[in-house]
């Protein structure tokens, strides 16, 4: 059984930082791009970063740039994702997702989320 579970969540202030983490188990951890997304209440959810199988290469939406850095534990089987300068617009349920695709297959994964409300 595939599992995802977000953890790291929870209520900050305006500028403050925080850190969330995804563990999976049940697939090969380091063969997967993992990638994290969030919603906010009432849009269309929306990539946040992304890391390479063997975090040779991270992407991130422009907005996250320079306040945002997502890494990973291939021992541990864990994603990161370090939230920087956080302000109100980045109050959403952040998703942790697991993905793979080839020639004949492609595997796709996903957490239940995180909140993450930014409020003084």
């Known amino acids: 059984q595939v599992q995802l579970v977000e953890s790291g969540g929870g209520l900050v202030q305006p500028g403050g930082s925080l850190r969330l983490s995804c563990v999976v188990s049940g697939i090969a951890f380091s063969n997967y791009r993992m990638r994290w997304y969030r919603q906010a209440p009432g849009k269309e959810r929306v990539l946040v970063a992304s890391i390479t199988s063997f975090g040779g290469t991270t992407n991130y939406a422009d907005s996250m740039k320079g306040r945002f850095t997502i890494s990973r534990d291939n021992a541990k089987n864990t994603v990161y994702l370090e939230m920087n300068s956080l302000t109100p617009e980045d109050t959403a349920v952040y998703y942790c997702?697991?993905?793979?695709?080839?020639?004949?297959?492609?595997?796709?994964?996903w957490g239940r989320g995180t909140q993450v409300t930014v409020s003084s």
């Open positions: 997702n697991a993905n793979r695709q080839g020639l004949g297959y492609w595997n796709d994964y």
